[in-house]
């Protein structure tokens, strides 16, 4: 089975190389190369023959922080999922990164042994929330009149409703499309117009705005 590669960027020094040592000792793990900050990342990535499938992000930092080396990346970058590991770990910055384009964003301090779990959980379902941000959503449920969207012309269709709620439950477009008896690439063009009709970025962003738009139940959140 392939190792997940991965990047890390931390201004950080110690915490990097603790980091880089624990994952390439870890059976599954590779870990391509280390950055200091969002510059030193992007640099070695246009250097790189070999992209990482993840990076590991710092959100403050000296020169390029997290928050634009992310919207970088998604635009440069669009394969590479992007986890950000900070100390400044506050709710209030949840929706901002994962419309950012973020797929997960965790507190420094966390156990080794869930980190990897939330690294492969990001690389098999693009997404993982922690139990405090999904209470945190849970907390601050939208207005039914923003249900499905702002204004008449983006609302959503029920075929992208049904297709979100799935989307939400991590099934592949090609599952969605089983389910629905559509192929899989009618299930991207949908996910597309989604992408454009809530403003997210990414999987994650999808997920928030299921969420907070009570399209999909907390309940059916799949677990690690």
């Known amino acids: 089975m392939k190792n997940i590669s991965i990047a890390i960027t931390d ?7 603790l980091l880089q040592d624990f994952l390439n000792n870890s059976q599954g793990y590779e870990v391509l190369f280390s950055a200091s900050d969002g510059n030193e990342l992007i640099a070695k990535l246009n250097e790189s023959e070999q992209l990482p499938d993840i990076v590991l992000l710092d959100l403050k930092m000296e020169g390029m922080d997290g928050i634009e080396a992310t919207r970088h ?4 970058f669009p394969t590479i999922k992007i986890i950000v590991i900070s100390s400044h770990y506050k709710h209030s910055f949840l929706n901002f990164m994962f419309k950012t384009g973020a797929s997960a ?13 939330i ?8 997404v993982y929330f ?9 907390g601050k449920p939208a207005t039914k009149t923003s249900r499905f969207i702002l204004n ?6 029920e075929r992208e409703i049904e297709i979100l709620k799935l989307i939400s439950m991590q099934k592949t477009a090609n599952e969605i499309g089983e ?4 192929t899989g690439r009618t299930v991207e063009g949908h996910k597309n117009n989604l992408f ?3 403003g997210a970025k990414n999987i994650a962003g999808l997920v928030v705005f299921a969420i907070q738009h009570d399209i999909i139940s907390i309940d059916l959140l799949p677990r690690i």
């Open 11 to 17: 201004d950080d020094s110690l915490i990097a190389v």
């Open 73 to 76: 990346l998604k635009i440069h």
């Open 105 to 117: 964003f965790v507190p420094k301090g966390i156990s080794p042994i869930l980190l990897k779990q």
């Open 119 to 126: 690294i492969e959980t990001v690389h098999t379902k693009s």
């Open 130 to 138: 922690m139990e405090d941000q999904i209470a945190s959503m849970i």
């Open 152 to 157: 008449d012309d983006r609302d959503l269709s």
């Open 179 to 182: 389910i629905l008896h559509i």
């Open 196 to 198: 454009i009709k809530t």
